[in-house]
């Protein structure tokens, strides 16, 4: 597996302290983007939080999420969440060691006080002794946040005094992506009151669902105020793979105020590709003036890495020009709004809503499924790396490259390096496949490297097609 290290610099310790008036929690923030630029050590916030000890839980759940590995655990992750600020909101982000869950805490507009919000992206240090004193917080005293370095210190500290050096995997970086991808296919299945909420959260396991060989995912339904299992995938159905995965909620239960329940569409035949296969669904806790969301991969031993949503968005020729344009739009907004940016750009909506996937993929807009919307923000790592070494992606060009397709109407024939020749049968703008991944998966996760190598060959015939329409006859 294919891993860099990301250095990571912090000014000091993020730390709670007792200040004059209630706590203060200092949270320091790393290099990372902003509309000026990129800066050391930006700053977001500094104000107070309406709901202190809801948002110490639900701050500590994000982390536990940073620090966990939900699948075959070994070593706890060491992966610090990261900070957005959006001008009305912050948001903290974190993905588990494993790859299969996605957490954020939304802290909105009710839950801060007498403080702007600033705007950009960075990691801030969420360390063990901070965790310690957050889980301690008893009180609802008031509580000060500050996000980014005190103003004296950015100018009389000489350097870093924390430094960290993160090891990311190649999938960490895919399935940070393609969660937002996966996202934004769900729409709201359920939502269950506080009581209710409580009761069926506090009845899932808090271990023993990631291992291999645990039962196969489970599905709930929605019935009256509450939750209900179901054997299958019926219409309306959440799934719930690997339950257990959900105990980072179990922080901020006494604080919640609902429980919204995220998913696509399933029924005879769920978007997983077969009746009742595992799907991905989001889980949120709603709290005062915060929202708290867990998103879950497919299957607890199944990352999001693997589920190539986002494979034809980084295979088209014009998303990448379109994605450029688009990023240039973009100024930190909390919500994107695909009908503006198809005005100020030009483009079609289905252009813009392409070349947002296309900007998921490299970190630079996540998916909020409360808003069912986009937002902005660039994760500090190295985007460029998410699509080159996507190896589906690779090897589809590959193949184009040498001449390995050849198109017959619906069908195409794609011969592999090594002699096996798959038929590819386009029906209905669906592609199908003869090889052995599409048999195993049937589109569950994403199209096969023959499929998009197929996608790809027909939109440079199409070219072809039209240069010879314009130029054929000037001769």
């Known amino acids: ?62 982390a536990d999420v940073a620090a ?45 006080d007498g403080g702007e919000v600033g705007h950009g992206t960075t990691n801030v240090d969420v360390n063990n002794p901070l965790r310690e004193a957050l889980s301690r917080l008893g ?47 769900f729409d709201l299945r359920a939502e269950l009151p506080a009581d209710e909420a409580v009761r069926f959260l506090r009845s899932l396991p808090r271990t023993g669902g990631t291992r291999r060989g645990a039962p196969a995912a489970q599905w709930v339904v929605p019935v009256g105020r509450g939750l209900r299992p179901t054997m299958r995938a019926v219409p309306g159905a959440v799934c719930l793979p690997g339950p257990d995965r959900l105990a980072a909620l179990q922080r901020v239960l006494r604080h919640a105020t609902a429980l919204r329940v995220y998913g696509p569409a399933v029924g005879g035949r769920s978007s997983g590709g077969g009746a009742g296969e ?24 199944r990352g999001f890495s693997g589920e190539g949503g986002v494979l034809d968005a980084l295979a088209t020729d014009e998303a990448v020009g379109d994605a450029e344009l688009i990023s240039v739009l973009l100024s930190w907004e909390p919500r994107i709004d695909v009908a503006d940016l198809a005005a100020a750009s030009g483009l079609v909506p289905e252009r813009v809503r392409a070349a947002l996937v296309r900007l998921g993929t490299s970190g630079r807009v996540g998916y909020d499924t409360a808003e069912a ?31 390995a397709v050849s198109l017959d109407g619906a ?18 703008g669906a592609l199908s496949c003869s090889c052995l991944w599409w048999a195993k998966y049937r589109g569950g996760r994403g199209p096969c490297k023959h499929a998009l190598a197929v996608r790809m060959a ?18």
Request: glycine share 10%.
């Open 1 to 62: 597996m294919t891993r860099s290290l990301q250095n990571v610099a912090y000014r000091r310790l993020s730390v709670l302290e007792s200040a004059v008036g209630g706590n203060l929690l200092g949270l320091e923030t790393s290099g990372g983007a902003t509309p000026t630029g990129a800066e050391a050590h930006p700053r977001f916030f500094s104000g107070f939080l309406t709901s202190p000890q809801a948002a110490a839980s639900a701050l500590l759940s994000v």
């Open 68 to 112: 966990a590995r939900y699948y075959q655990p070994r070593l706890r992750a060491s992966l610090d969440p990261v900070v957005t600020g959006n001008g009305d909101r912050l948001r903290f982000e974190s993905f588990s060691g494993c790859g299969g869950v996605y957490a954020r805490l939304d802290v909105l507009t009710p839950g801060l």
């Open 139 to 185: 009180t609802d005293d008031p509580l000060h946040l500050r996000v980014g370095p005190e103003e004296m210190a950015v100018t009389t500290l000489s350097g870093p005094v924390v430094e960290k050096k993160v090891p990311l995997p190649d999938r960490w970086l895919r399935g940070f992506a393609e969660a937002q991808v996966v996202a934004a296919g």
């Open 278 to 301: 595992p799907v991905a669904a989001a889980w949120e806790v709603v709290l005062p003036g915060m929202r708290l969301t867990l998103t879950l991969s497919p299957d607890a031993a």
């Open 373 to 403: 919307a986009y937002f902005h923000r660039e994760l500090p790592y190295d985007a460029d790396r998410v699509e080159r070494h996507n190896p589906r992606l690779r090897s589809a060009r590959s193949l184009v490259a040498a001449g």
């Open 411 to 428: 069908l195409a024939t794609v011969t592999a390096q090594d002699g096996h020749v798959h038929r590819v049968r386009d029906e209905a």
């Open 458 to 475: 027909r939109r440079n015939s199409a070219v072809m097609a039209g240069m010879t329409e314009i130029y054929g006859g000037e001769r």
